[in-house]
């Protein structure tokens, strides 16, 4: 090779280089910002009164997808929905984020196969520890990693929340602080698919901190059919296994992407509160994996929680009258103690408002006529409420009923 060629050759690869290096730096920033989007459009004026009672809300969200993407949950950003920053902003009391670890490949609301993955590419290029590359139990093991480090490294603004205790404690420290007030943090999981097939995992995610997960995401799963998969089914002699020893440890079942089928078998068999994290209503937005009036009648019966999201998915478009009106429905159909917040943020969503926002849904309630109680109830109390016990193994329910 001559000292020409070689110069040629050389500049070949450091070209390369340079463009590997500007990939794996910016693709996975420029995909989230094309993926997590506000859409601009007007949001309504918010009134002084709605100001003044958004600031004393306790206010919880129960699904957020903010680990799925490669920024830190303590710097603010300019992209997507949510950081500690803009939750502190928001005046949010307590953060549900989950665990993305698998999407199918042309990923739609009607029907998709769980034979391929678009994840896998996501984890790739940013540059995540090569266990992660294929094993959905280590992408949770590593989001988990992740919040508790942003955790530790937050000086006492971001709490972990594993116990009813950590709860507790997170109250009495926002009763007491000033701005800016500690915000709580609650691992959960997007689909048990992350259990790769074995129960034995379960612990292995309880002991990372996992206090709630959904059975399903967008295809069908070895514990049960999703609204999205192919086959729709019920709970696998698996997944009832699985919904048990979830509520003999403490963690909350979510129904949220579940089929029809599984939803009933879940309120069917549930000795504890169930929740719907994040989605909407028939009644208002007739989209596939929204609950029906007699769904939204079963988790109720659970005294389980029917969480609102902020997406089009969710409501039909995204403006705040339209997360109000979803919200007015659960309220009138069984009563306001079964109302809560799920915004889906992060989570491939366009959405109206970013989580330092958040008044917009105070101002909403109050435009569709809640009262301040309601208000407080359907921001955070209920979800806050349904926590205290819901965090308890179903072991120790007892001892605290007969204290109390």
Known sequence: MTSKTRKIAGGLIGTVALAMIG???????????????????????????????????????????????????????????????????????????????????GQNYDS???????ITQLVMAQLQPVRTWNSLLERSLYHAAKLERAAKGSYGELWLVRSAADLGSLEAA????????????????EGLQNLEGDIANLDKLYSAGMRMAGLTHFFDNDLAGSMHGEAKGGLTPLGRQVVQAMEDKGIVVDIAHCSRQCVADVLAMARRPVVSSHGGVQA?????????????????????????????????????????????????????????????????????????????????????????????????????????????????????????
């Open 284 to 404: 208002t937005c007739k989209v596939n994996r929204n609950l029906t009036d007699d769904e939204i009648r079963g988790v109720a019966a659970t005294g389980g929680l029917v969480a609102i999201g902020y997406w089009d998915g969710a409501v039909c478009d995204t403006s705040p009258a339209s997360i109000a009106a979803a919200m007015k429905h659960v309220r009138d159909l069984v009563g306001i103690e079964h109302l809560a917040l799920g915004s889906d943020y992060d989570g491939a969503t366009t959405v109206r408002f970013d989580t330092s926002q958040l008044v917009q849904v105070t101002q909403a309630l109050m435009d569709a006529g809640f009262s301040e109680a309601e208000i407080r109830a359907a921001m955070g109390g209920n979800a806050l409420r349904l926590l205290r016990d819901g965090l308890l193994p179903l072991a120790e329910l007892p001892a605290r009923e007969a204290a109390e």
């Open 23 to 105: 990939f794996f730096a910016f693709a996975p920033g420029y995909f989230e910002a094309q993926t997590n989007r506000i859409d601009g459009l007007p949001l309504p004026e918010v009134s002084d009164e709605a100001r003044a009672l958004h600031s004393t809300l306790e206010i919880v969200d129960l699904h957020s997808d903010t680990l799925l993407w490669k920024r830190s949950l303590l710097d603010r950003a300019s992209r997507g929905h949510m950081d500690l920053p803009r939750l502190e902003d928001g005046n949010v009391a307590l953060q549900v984020f989950s665990s993305v670890t698998k999407s199918p490949e």
């Open 112 to 118: 998709n196969s769980g034979d391929t993955d678009q």
């Open 174 to 189: 926002r009763a007491k602080a000033a701005t800016p007030k500690p915000v709580g943090a609650i691992f959960s999981a």
